[in-house]
């Protein structure tokens, strides 16, 4: 048997090289070359994102009509876990899975915090498999959390259907050890080009879930509709809100659907990070309020694809009148910690002006209890202590630009990192994708996955990457099937680079991992961009 000290650096890729081959094709131990033997299981680790840390070894756990998840802990929380765990089980495997306390049953899944594991951090895990059960420990109840993500994706993807399957349902022996490589692992959803409803951004969330992502982050404004119910200001949702690129008739969240979302998220230890983007791409709300324009003339509504034409009025004292409602309300209505204002393509602000709106409304945020994110465009101005500025840059960006970014990371701002030519969802993949844009170029599923956060911006310290984010815009995008074409497959490849230590990237192994995924995907009915970089396997 391989044994492995704590996290080694070398073994991690090799081991995990070793597992994509074996589910590409080396024969099992009575199978066909080529194919798996009936019943083996998901080699540990060969999942998406890599685990940091892999020791495979010993029997297999089989998953039996009397199996019981345990759990070893009276929170709540865990609680929670414990049965979204069986919900997920349940109809595939036709089995009970009742959730008990520990010493109600033996063997099964086991779920526990320990004390002892504060090394896992908030979002470890380690789970050991063998012939007589699983059992996920960690530090916090978001590291159980991933680690039933692990062990979902350990069984077969069969697991994934909502009807009765034969199995065998068997998770490889052996231990795996986890946590993320960044706090910061997000996904963007633009719900102002198009307004998507409150299901339909749940069932975005549960896919995200399934590659261990941490941040939901809501483009909820911008210049083709406002999509939050603000009580001090009702025309933004219901006039401002009312239409959509192409003239459709939009949506706005009311502060219930918004709840309902943040909650929805937290069960999937998702943070929402709410935008409001300004000041520039608001047009919905200076059509809204003709008090909001410096000429105090209302626009009409806009459904066009057009960006950088509108601005607040930063020399106006009413604008910082309806920002603070706007932060205020929106802040109250969100745990998390983060409040995002937007600030990029301000191109009908000047720069003076620009940087004297983010002065003022900076410390808005601070005032209602959050840390202010921002496009990179605000590294041009003073950021504030703490901001976060979130770098969408291409290769081909100038030197000067990228070393804006970088000099503010080494004077304290932390960076988010969502390459428009690398992390964008909504760029075609290639010349024939129907959907998307591609101002920042085509970005196939390798270009999306083959870069590395802590080296992409030169002179950016490593250590002020507070992560990645996917953002997907939805000029083009406007049902839940077009959302699975352009996030899927890419998105698992940056939630990969969110989680795994970057000791396990490896592009050819990557493949291999992310073909294994394609029969899980279909299974959930996400209608994914069958890339031919990538070897689809058939399960
Ligand atoms: C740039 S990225 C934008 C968005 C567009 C997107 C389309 C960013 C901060 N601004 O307004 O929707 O490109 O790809």
Redesign the pocket.
């Known amino acids: 048997m391989r044994q492995r000290s704590t996290f080694p650096r070398l073994l991690g890729p090799l081991l995990l090289l070793a597992a994509g081959l074996s589910t590409l094709g080396a024969a099992g131990p009575t199978g066909t070359p080529g194919a798996p033997a009936p019943g083996t299981p998901r080699p540990l680790g060969a999942i998406v994102p890599a685990p940091a840390s892999v020791t495979p070894g010993g029997a297999p756990y089989t998953l039996t009509r009397a199996t019981a998840v345990r759990l070893g802990t009276d929170d709540p929380e865990t609680r929670g876990i414990g049965g979204y765990l069986a919900a997920l089980l349940r109809p595939s495997t036709g089995y009970p899975l009742p959730v008990v306390d520990a010493d109600a049953a033996r063997g099964g899944i086991l779920l526990r915090l320990s004390q002892r594991s504060a090394a896992l951090g908030e979002e470890g895990y380690e789970l050991r498999a063998g012939s007589g059960g699983v059992t996920l420990t960690a530090h916090r109840p978001a590291g159980l959390f991933r680690g039933v993500q692990t062990l979902r994706q350990q069984l077969p993807a069969a697991v994934e259907k909502r009807t009765v399957q034969p199995g065998p349902w068997r998770i490889a022996g052996g231990t795996v050890t986890d946590f993320p490589r960044y706090a910061y692992r997000g996904a963007m959803l633009?719900v102002s080009?198009h307004f998507f409803t409150v299901d339909q951004v749940k069932r975005y969330i549960d896919q995200l879930a399934l590659y261990k992502v941490n941040k939901l982050h809501l483009h909820l404004s911008d210049d083709q509709g406002w999509r939050i119910a603000v009580d001090s200001w009702p025309r933004l949702a219901t006039y401002g809100g009312s239409t959509q690129v192409g003239g459709g008739p939009g949506g706005h969240y009311t502060k219930d659907d918004y709840k309902e979302i943040v909650r929805y998220a937290a069960s999937r230890y998702q943070e929402v990070v709410p935008e409001i983007d300004l000041p520039g791409?608001t047009n919905a709300a200076l059509a809204s309020y003709a008090e909001l324009n410096c000429d105090g003339v209302a626009p009409p509504l806009y459904t066009g694809t057009n960006?950088g034409f509108s601005s607040l009025c930063v020399p106006k004292e009413i604008t910082y009148a309806f920002v603070d409602d706007v932060i205020r309300e929106l802040a109250a209505l969100t745990p998390g910690r983060y409040l995002h204002i937007g600030g990029?393509?301000a191109h009908s602000t000047s720069h003076a002006d620009y940087t004297a709106f983010m002065d003022r409304v900076q410390p808005l945020v601070a005032r209602y209890g959050k840390t202010v994110i921002g496009?990179h465009q605000l590294t041009g101005a003073r950021p504030a202590d703490g901001a976060l500025a979130q770098y969408?840059g291409l290769d081909r960006s100038s030197a000067a630009e990228k070393e804006q970014v970088a000099a503010a990371g080494r004077n304290g701002t932390g960076v988010i990192l969502s390459p428009?030519d690398r992390a964008?969802l909504?760029m075609k993949y290639t010349k024939d994708t129907k959907l998307g844009?591609a101002?920042a170029g085509y970005v196939e599923v390798q270009r999306s996955y083959d870069w590395d956060p802590a080296t992409l911006l030169p002179g950016l310290p490593p250590s002020a990457v507070a992560g990645v984010e996917a953002?997907l815009?939805t000029?083009t995008i406007s049902e839940s099937a077009h959302i699975d074409q352009m996030a899927f497959p890419r998105l698992p490849g940056i939630a990969e680079l969110g989680w795994s230590p970057a000791s396990t990237h490896d592009w050819e192994a990557y493949r291999h991992r992310l073909a294994a995924q394609g029969p899980r995907l279909d299974n959930l009915g996400i209608d994914f961009h069958r890339s031919p970089q990538v070897p689809w396997a058939a399960e």
């Open positions: 633009d080009r791409h960006v990029d393509e496009w969408w428009a964008y909504d844009l101002w953002p815009w000029e």
